[in-house]
């Protein structure tokens, strides 16, 4: 990114009428959308898509989620018939929606509209070793990396990382623990809505697999490997790829931000094209943002997932970019500036 | 409004295919607007208006505000081309803007397009006594409220009070530290960005101004006609009239809330028809929020005024309406539930 950009964008922006500064944080998203897309002449609305990467976890048998792991399955069916949250939200937005199976546990090879692109049928369990090998993840990486790649191809020019995953908030906090250098209870919640009990097996699975595989937080591909999954490990490889091509990446919650975390555990730079959407209930989320210097646009108590919040954020974005584009300036306006 | 409609709302909330209370408060806005809409069917997507009121202010004079006085007739032009913030972030979240000049100081009868409604030009000084006599309180409040009706009959129905008034976060400041049984210290900001001698200027007016004419707070009427403005009190009587007609009222920030605080003074379930925009930068606005149990949908720094906080969280409304009428049951999807 070229932050002399930011510079020219500022004095667009101070030139509008309004008292300078006055729109907050509009004001910030306009500036880093020129950075990104490298120029700070008006900018046009965003062409959005979200890519929703499916994948099953091991991890999930041991009854860390609210859900039995059939409902990825039929999440799917509900993404593809449009009716789950991220098709309502999406379309709201003016975002289309696209979905891969990257690694769930079930024949899905029927399924009309499906991106087929499994890697596994679902990880191992992490209490027991290692969730993939190394080949494992890097195809799942690929895959994400060629979703962005013909997304961008499509015509769209701005990508939200989407997930299903029964089971997946507990992946996402042994990662989070490592990275972040956290212990488990300090980024582990709920999910979805675990029970008392449930939570309790989920924090004793993350303690054991931390124990078992100790990952070495210094070696993201690693990370991914022993305590990672499949879909994760896609949206890492979805943003890498947005990020290299110059298209900007409007992130969800504690999910999509953990494969900003290894995302950006290889390639730093890449967080510059990130925009946080939303700042997940998830206490793990927390610690997240601190460490990729991300600051949510929205906070409105949503845990669901899927890039629902990422979708909603959209509209900010939209707004941000239209004030930038269509607001008359002090002169053109002839009021009486500063 | 109904509370038993909150519940059959909360009924098909829960029967939707995601995790229980996992949308947040978009799960609360769509409630609420069942409950003011009276009833738990489908919501339809809203036709929302802005009406931007504008109005000067003696105590302007008294270099309390960052730009001079003629910046209100300056900007009414820049709304009637469709240049502002407002009509803007209105374009963007599908909402029309409506101009009504209800005491502009000066001459404002040859504008196009403004709604021509004139109280008075400009209230007086607050710092020497009354701002306005009741009868021009009262009018002022006619003319919001007939706005309000007009703007339904033509089939608007979610209604964004918007404003427009160079030095109005000093009467705002005024009626918030009055109201709310606060220091003016602890209900004053820099409004549109005044400097530190500005600063200075608005905190001895405000403290002279409750010298001089020792509102009564039990007495919404009275503290608007010692220290408050013509805009203000039209807000108020469009967000009463509104509210008595069932019809759902997106508050801005800090002076549209300041409007609804004398009007929750003047009928308490009024404030039940409203959703707080967005959370102002101006420190009073915490202090009103807390007052009315409102809570913000939106914070984003931002600190424009004109009804533009309130635009930008019409995006997020729809999201939530969206979300209550067209996402899947899970019965619909054939997923799992709890």
Same mark, same amino acid.
């Given at each position: 990114?070229?932050?002399?950009?930011?510079?020219?964008?500022?004095?667009?922006?101070?030139?509008?009428?309004?008292?300078? $500064?006055? #729109? $907050?944080?509009?004001?910030?998203?306009?500036? *880093?959308?020129?950075?990104?897309?490298?120029?700070?002449?008006?900018?046009?609305?965003?062409?959005p898509?979200a890519a929703v990467f499916?994948?099953?976890? %091991?991890?999930?048998?041991?009854?860390?989620?609210?859900?039995?792991?059939?409902?990825?399955?039929?999440?799917?069916?509900?993404?593809?018939?449009?009716?789950?949250g991220i098709?309502?939200l999406c379309? *709201?937005a $003016?975002a289309?929606v696209?979905?891969?199976?990257?690694?769930?546990?079930?024949?899905?090879?029927?399924?009309? %509209?499906?991106?087929?692109?499994?890697?596994?049928?679902?990880?191992?369990?992490?209490?027991?070793?290692?969730?993939?090998?190394?080949?494992?993840? #890097?195809?799942?990486?690929?895959?994400?990396? *060629?979703?962005?790649?013909? !997304?961008?191809?499509?015509? &769209?020019?701005?990508l939200i990382p989407g997930e299903m995953?029964?089971?997946n908030t507990?992946?996402c906090?042994?990662?989070?623990?490592?990275?972040?250098?956290?212990?488990?209870?300090?980024?582990?919640?709920?999910?979805?809505?675990?029970?008392?009990? $449930?939570?309790?097996?989920? !924090?004793?699975?993350?303690?054991?697999?931390?124990?078992?595989?100790?990952?070495?937080?210094?070696?993201?591909?690693?990370?991914?490997?022993?305590?990672?999954?499949?879909e994760i490990?896609?949206m890492?490889?979805y943003i890498?790829?947005?990020?290299?091509? %110059?298209?900007?990446v409007m992130l969800d919650g504690f999910i999509s931000t953990t494969a900003a975390?290894?995302?950006?555990?290889?390639?730093?730079?890449?967080?510059? &094209?990130c925009f946080s959407g939303h700042g997940s209930v998830e206490?793990?989320h927390?610690?997240q943002l601190?460490?990729?210097?991300l600051?949510p646009i929205l906070?409105l108590?949503m845990r669901l997932g899927e890039g629902t919040g990422a979708a909603v954020a959209m509209?900010?974005?939209?707004?941000?970019?239209?004030? &930038?584009?269509?607001?008359?300036?002090?002169?053109?306006?002839?009021?009486?500036?500063?």
């Amino acid at each position: 990114p070229d932050y002399a950009i930011g510079q020219e964008a500022q004095r667009r922006l101070d030139s509008l009428t309004k008292p300078q $500064g006055s #729109l $907050g944080r509009l004001e910030d998203i306009a500036k *880093q959308l020129c950075i990104i897309r490298g120029g700070a002449a008006k900018l046009a609305q965003p062409k959005p898509a979200a890519a929703v990467f499916a994948a099953d976890h %091991g991890v999930a048998a041991g009854g860390v989620s609210a859900y039995p792991q059939e409902v990825t399955q039929q999440m799917i069916y509900n993404f593809l018939a449009g009716g789950a949250g991220i098709n309502v939200l999406c379309r *709201q937005a $003016g975002a289309d929606v696209w979905v891969i199976d990257v690694g769930v546990a079930g024949d899905m090879s029927q399924a009309q %509209g499906l991106i087929q692109a499994k890697v596994a049928h679902g990880t191992a369990d992490m209490t027991k070793g290692p969730v993939m090998t190394m080949n494992q993840a #890097l195809d799942a990486i690929v895959v994400g990396a *060629q979703t962005a790649q013909r !997304l961008i191809e499509k015509g &769209y020019d701005l990508l939200i990382p989407g997930e299903m995953g029964i089971g997946n908030t507990t992946p996402c906090s042994a990662i989070t623990a490592v990275i972040c250098g956290l212990r488990p209870e300090q980024v582990m919640g709920r999910g979805t809505g675990v029970d008392d009990a $449930g939570l309790s097996r989920k !924090l004793a699975a993350l303690k054991t697999a931390l124990d078992v595989n100790k990952p070495d937080p210094a070696n993201p591909l690693e990370v991914l490997c022993k305590v990672g999954g499949l879909e994760i490990a896609a949206m890492c490889g979805y943003i890498l790829e947005a990020a290299a091509r %110059g298209v900007p990446v409007m992130l969800d919650g504690f999910i999509s931000t953990t494969a900003a975390l290894v995302a950006g555990g290889l390639c730093p730079t890449a967080i510059d &094209y990130c925009f946080s959407g939303h700042g997940s209930v998830e206490i793990g989320h927390r610690a997240q943002l601190e460490k990729l210097g991300l600051r949510p646009i929205l906070t409105l108590e949503m845990r669901l997932g899927e890039g629902t919040g990422a979708a909603v954020a959209m509209n900010v974005l939209r707004a941000a970019v239209a004030i &930038y584009s269509e607001m008359a300036t002090f002169a053109e306006a002839g009021v009486t500036g500063h």
